[in-house]
């Protein structure tokens, strides 16, 4: 369940659900991205463990891919944001911050930066 980051413990659901009520008022939410025959084959992997822990959202049918991040954000929204901050470089970022500033991702990496830790 390498998608989910260490410990493979998926978000709460609420905030899965307030993350995917973003994406889907977002433009770069897009339909019609045709990945690669592998990158397919893990979309279908993730998606079944998905499944299995029976992990969605209301409006997943209108999840489609981030043409920002190329991500599938029927599973990105159930994605801790440590592991997806260990795994997007910082131009990413950076696009994210300066096309889409109202991102569920903008917006949780500046509460983490805010937030002591401990």
């Given at each position: 369940?390498?998608?989910?980051?260490?410990?493979?413990?998926?978000?709460?659901?609420?905030?899965?659900?307030?993350?995917?009520?973003?994406?889907?008022?977002?433009?770069?939410?897009?339909?019609?991205?045709?990945?690669?025959?592998?990158?397919?084959?893990?979309?279908?992997?993730?998606?079944?463990?998905?499944?299995?822990?029976?992990?969605?959202?209301?409006?997943?049918?209108?999840?489609?891919?981030?043409?920002?991040?190329?991500?599938?954000?029927?599973?990105?929204?159930?994605?801790?944001?440590?592991?997806?901050?260990?795994?997007?470089p910082g131009p990413m970022f950076d696009k994210f911050k300066?096309?889409?500033?109202?991102?569920?991702?903008?917006?949780?990496?500046?509460?983490?930066?805010?937030?002591?830790?401990?």
């Open positions: 369940m390498r998608w989910l980051g260490e410990g493979a413990k998926p978000v709460a659901p609420e905030l899965a659900q307030a993350r995917a009520n973003v994406c889907l008022e977002c433009p770069f939410n897009q339909d019609g991205f045709k990945p690669i025959e592998r990158i397919a084959e893990v979309i279908r992997e993730q998606t079944e463990e998905k499944n299995n822990l029976k992990l969605s959202v209301n409006g997943e049918e209108k999840l489609h891919t981030c043409s920002q991040c190329w991500c599938h954000l029927p599973l990105k929204v159930h994605v801790p944001i440590d592991h997806i901050l260990s795994g997007t300066r096309e889409q500033p109202k991102c569920w991702i903008v917006k949780e990496m500046e509460n983490k930066k805010q937030t002591p830790q401990t």
